[in-house]
């Protein structure tokens, strides 16, 4: 196409162009390697959930990074796409999913022998749009919380809206194979799909997770505000438990806890973090 648009298109343009298919190539190809490899590469970071009103930890979300051995430090929003695209999120979204079971059951062991009365925590795997059209999915789950030895209510599964518009019910379908396990389910990125509400009545949904745009926008009035509010108000009609994500300063914590969400997740508490630096907050049970 650029061809035709004239000589002098195709020369600036297709050199770059190149490049970056090559550099997608070569990602795909190393993914594919990495996930082969048992996922050695991949490491699962976590971010605390906290109580708004006193900032204690309910429960931590898994994160995935990709420890390339050229790249570095590699974040989930270089390399989810291209294993979404390939099908690799399938065996590496099951390796998350296992070893945050497995550090969740480690920490709820230690949590509970610091404080018996301490509230047993959460945690929080994402799902791809992939992983629900798998029909093994439930299976998986449930044999991800046996080996860990992680009771089913302990888990929290999200899902964004795009998620379930794509392929209603096929979406269903596994997600109520997921919920008999006992297992919670969260919209992840609440209010950035366009979808119809419609949805929230026919998922078996427990947690909105707010989106940082709204976060952001919730100390500056305006409509982003009301429609914060609204989420929030609506969340709490429906029994639903709202996390607000992203929260990054003080003022954006106190605005939210006076709207009345109950939960929080972002940099004003902590950033996701290697399982060896969150152990501290587990127990002392306040993040910061
Ligand atoms: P998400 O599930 O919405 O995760 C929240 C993202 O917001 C994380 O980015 C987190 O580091 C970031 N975040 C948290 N608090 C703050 C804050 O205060 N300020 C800012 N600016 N950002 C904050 P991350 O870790 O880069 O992950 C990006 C996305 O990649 C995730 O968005 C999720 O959609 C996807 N992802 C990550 N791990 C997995 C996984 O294991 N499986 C799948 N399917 N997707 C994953
Ligand atoms: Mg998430
Ligand atoms: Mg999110
Ligand atoms: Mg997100």
């Known amino acids: 196409r650029a061809k035709q648009r004239g000589k002098s298109t195709y020369e600036i343009f297709a050199p770059a162009m190149h490049a970056a298919v090559v550099d997608r190539m070569e990602l795909e190809g190393d993914l594919r390697r990495a996930v082969a490899d048992d996922c050695a590469e991949m490491r699962v970071h976590y971010q605390p959930i906290v109580e708004l009103a006193d900032g204690k930890v309910a429960g931590l979300e898994a994160l995935v990074r990709w420890q390339h051995p050229r790249r570095g430090l590699v974040q989930p929003t270089v ?12 065996p590496l979204g099951r390796w998350v999913l296992r070893e945050a079971c497995a550090q969740a059951a480690r920490w709820q062991a230690a949590r509970h022998a610091a404080d ?19 029909p093994s999915l ?9 080996d860990a030895g992680l009771p089913p209510h302990a888990l929290v599964l999200e899902i964004t809206e795009s998620v379930i518009i794509a392929e209603p019910s096929a979406a269903l379908a596994t997600l109520a194979a997921v919920k008999a396990l006992g297992v919670r389910l969260a919209i992840d990125d609440f209010g950035t799909g366009y979808s119809s509400l419609g949805y929230l009545q026919q998922f078996p949904v427990d947690v909105l ?22 989420i929030v108000a609506l969340g709490d009609s429906l029994a ?22 109950g939960y929080g997740q972002g940099f004003l508490f902590a950033r996701p973090l290697p399982a060896d630096e ?5 127990c002392d049970g306040v993040a910061a």
């Open 278 to 282: 969150i152990e501290a907050m587990i």
């Open 240 to 261: 639903l438990h709202c996390v607000a994500e992203g929260i990054e300063d003080e003022l954006q914590r106190r605005h939210l806890q006076a709207l009345g969400c």
């Open 209 to 230: 997770k707010i989106d940082k745009a709204f976060v952001d926008g919730v100390t500056r009035g305006g409509p982003r505000a009301a429609l914060t509010r609204t």
């Open 79 to 90: 390399f989810i796409p291209a294993a979404e695209s390939t099908g690799l999120i399938v």
């Open 116 to 134: 018996p009365l301490a509230p047993p925590l959460t945690i929080t795997v994402n799902l791809s749009a992939r992983q629900l059209q798998d």
């Open 138 to 146: 439930a299976d998986d789950v449930r044999a991800a919380l046996d």
